[in-house]
């Protein structure tokens, strides 16, 4: 077997200096592209392929970034970290991503800046630990964080107003003449954060339309299609009565769609349905499903960017982003009756 490639048998091949082979790997915006193009021809004629630790001792960076979410088997995460892997993709970065399952002790590894090994920063959405926790573990790490848990003002997040999303979803099936609500989706295990604030949402919406009294919320284990089902016969069996369900998420929203189908109730004659994140399964449900769209790809650009700030400035000042949503209206909720 041949010896490796060196970068300087890069610079020799380009005849250029290893600082310029450098600046064309780490992607330099003031690089010539003349030069670039003379070094990325060098690179290809004799197979160089960067080793990290070798991108670590010229510029102090891997290109390494890690990415620690709940849960891989929610749609929603498994889109975001999609969207996260090309947002870095696009920067020049490569993502690490890793599950915390809801556990505390998970996520207090995520957040340990010494459990992160190679990579140069983290995105994290946390459900259970504390601000404190996440502020006291980081270190000088650089760090983003998401959703809804953390309201940490000293360090870069994009969050999400899951009260204002709630209230619009709520308010449509108002909108559409319901009358008798009710939640799915008060959530015993993982994140009792979002659920507040999605309850808060929900009840707000009621006060304003006069139904104070009106709107139980059903509890659930966690917010899976099962549940959902589960849910929705367990308040069919205790006799409420309602013809609009205002589901926490999607998935408890298909769910509560397949057994109200099951117990003989049409949507959205019967019961109108909507749900939260627009994942993929909804728009091919029947009936489709309504939703609140939530823009995952505008929140892992806007991670990426912000960790990329930090890693450039690191006295950058923190910002504070909230997610762009709306409304998507589809079969679920709407009819001719």
Same mark, same amino acid.
């Given at each position: 077997m041949g010896r490796?490639?060196t970068?300087?048998d $890069?610079? /020799?091949?380009?005849?250029?200096s290893k600082?310029s082979v450098s ?5 330099h915006p003031?690089v ?11 690179? =290809?004629?004799l ?5 990290a630790?070798?991108?670590n001792l010229v510029?102090?960076r891997?290109g390494?970034?890690?990415?620690a979410?709940?849960n ?7 889109e975001?970290a999609?969207a996260? $892997?090309? /947002?870095a ?5 490569r ?7 809801n556990?505390l ?5 995520a957040a ?11 995105i994290?959405?946390?459900s ?5 926790e ?9 760090l983003?964080l ?7 003002s000293s360090?870069?997040?994009? +969050?999400?107003?899951?009260v ?13 003449g319901?009358?008798?609500? $009710?939640?799915?989706g ?9 659920v ?5 949402g929900?009840h707000? /919406? ?7 009294e009106a709107g139980p ?14 849910s929705?016969e367990?308040?069919?069996?205790? +006799?409420?009565?309602f ?8 998935l408890?929203?298909? +769910?509560?769609?397949?057994?109200l189908?099951?117990?003989g109730?049409t949507?959205?004659?019967?019961? /109108?349905v ?6 993929e399964?909804g728009r091919?449900?029947s009936?489709t499903l309504?939703t609140m769209f939530? =823009?995952?790809?505008w929140m892992?650009?806007?991670?990426v960017r912000?960790l990329?700030k930090?890693?450039?400035d690191p ?8 997610v762009?949503?709306?409304?998507v209206?589809?079969?679920?909720t709407?009819?001719?009756?």
């Open positions: 490796q490639v970068l300087e $890069v610079a /020799a091949e380009a005849q250029v600082s600046n064309v790997i780490r992607n003031h010539r592209e003349s030069m670039r193009q003379r070094v990325n021809a060098a690179i =290809d004629k197979g160089y392929r960067p080793q630790i070798g991108q510029s102090g891997t390494l970034v890690s990415l979410i709940p891989f088997a929610q749609p929603y995460f498994a975001l999609r996260a $892997v090309a /947002a993709g696009d920067a020049g970065m993502l690490i991503v890793q599950q915390t399952d556990l002790e998970r996520e207090r590894e340990d800046s010494w459990n992160l090994g190679s990579a140069d920063g983290l994290f959405s946390p259970v630990i504390e601000d404190e996440i502020e006291s573990r980081r270190g000088r790490t650089p983003v998401l959703g809804e848990r953390s309201k940490l360090v870069d997040r994009v +969050g999400i107003d899951s204002a999303i709630s209230h619009a979803a709520t308010k449509h099936l108002l909108d559409q319901r009358s008798r609500l $009710v939640m799915i008060d959530k015993t295990f993982g994140d009792p954060f979002v507040s604030e999605r309850e808060a929900f707000r /919406a009621l006060e304003e339309a006069g139904l104070s919320v059903a509890a659930v284990r966690d917010w899976t299609r099962e549940d959902g089902a589960r929705v367990e308040v069919l069996d205790a +006799g409420v009565e013809d609009g369900i205002f589901c926490a998420n999607d408890l929203a298909l +769910g509560a769609m397949s057994a189908r099951r117990r109730l949507v959205p004659e019967d019961v /109108a909507i749900g939260i994140d627009d994942i399964d091919f449900a009936p309504s939530i =823009d995952k790809e892992a650009r806007e991670a912000l990329a930090q890693l450039d006295q950058s000042i923190p910002e504070q982003l909230t762009p949503f709306h409304l209206t589809r079969e679920s709407t009819s001719s009756r």
